[in-house]
């Protein structure tokens, strides 16, 4: 390396400094930017994507006092919903096994599975093959309504919910408050 660098002219050692320096440059300036990076969890030929599970409580919680509130009259009931697991997305994959025989008699297996992906030219949009959506699963409802303890209205509380969740009466409680 000593030998290259003393046939170098001045001009030309110049420009291997400046060259050197750009690159170092670059590579730090990749090194340092932000990536986006998604994590896709293989499951078999099923990928279950995650979504916020916390959107669809919030939104089942108002839905809920809403309708409670109007069976009720006015504002008197509070709603608290605790979901099992979230709503689950199964995406369709494009599952690939290589098998190959080294050299010395073993055996190398590859296993590579890839999203399917459909694109929409128009919008210039890549969506991911979806083959099954599942819901929440709710694990159980707690009502706190502001009246006087009724057996008659708990059990007209308890049976509305359990109607528009689909939920056996087990997994609710109404409470009141006074």
């Known amino acids: 390396m000593g030998e290259l660098w003393s046939r170098l002219n001045e001009k ?3 420009i291997i400094g400046w060259l050197a320096i750009a690159t170092i440059i670059g590579i730090a300036v990749l090194l340092l930017s932000p990536t986006q990076v998604t994590q896709i969890q293989d499951s078999g030929s099923k990928q279950a994507a995650p979504v916020n599970i916390n959107i ?4 089942w919680e108002k839905e809920l006092t ?3 509130n109007a069976l009720l009259g006015g504002k008197r009931s509070q709603v608290f919903l605790t979901l099992e697991r979230g709503p689950q997305i199964n995406i369709a994959r494009n599952e690939t096994e290589e098998e190959r025989t080294l050299s010395d008699g073993s055996v190398e297996r590859r296993w590579t599975s890839t999203p399917v992906i459909l694109r929409n030219d128009e919008s210039r949009k890549e969506m991911p093959l979806i083959l099954d959506e599942s819901e929440p699963i709710v694990r159980g409802v707690l009502i706190v309504v502001e009246y006087e303890p009724q057996a ?4 007209e509380i308890a049976r509305a919910v ?4 689909q939920l ?3 997994r ?3 409470l009141f408050k006074k």
């Open 12 to 14: 030309q050692r110049k």
């Open 66 to 68: 809403q309708i409670l």
């Open 162 to 165: 359990s109607t528009a969740l």
């Open 152 to 155: 008659e209205l708990r059990l």
């Open 172 to 174: 609710i409680e109404v």
């Open 56 to 59: 669809d409580e919030c939104s």
């Open 168 to 170: 056996p009466m087990h």
